[in-house]
């Protein structure tokens, strides 16, 4: 019996250090890695795809970092899944981390450099992708994506 209560009294404080762990982590909040990239075409235009879900407006290929996943291969992945190109990544650019650059909740976005060939086609989260002059970007821009190309532009990296 002795043995018995030994073990319900084991099994007890491991239940309260998995509920202790649990607690903790609904109490943690961190922000969403995500990876964006600037591609650009032999005319040195900028691939902006037309997001599809909210929020609305024109934007640069990216999205969310898998688990496991390395930011270049999600800026890879991402790029291939919504615009349909494969790109060649050059250098990574900067890190973008206010907690507002995301209305939907914080996140943390590393943008690369990267160029393309091709025509690209719409795909995934994206209802328009297409090549822009530099100097004839959409108004209508998502996310903080205008204030990372004018960086881009001013060479602020």
Known sequence: MACLDQLDNCMQRFYNHLRKDEIMMEERRNPYPTADVIIQNRKRQILLINRKYPPYGWALPGGFVDYGESLEDAAVREAKEETGLDIKVTRQFH??????????????????????????????????AAFHDIDDLPDNMAFDHRDIIDDFIKERY
């Open 95 to 128: 890190t973008y981390s206010s907690p507002d650059r995301d209305e939907r909740f914080h996140t943390i976005t590393t943008v690369f450099i990267a160029v393309a060939d091709g025509e690209p086609h719409a795909a995934d989260d994206a209802s328009d």
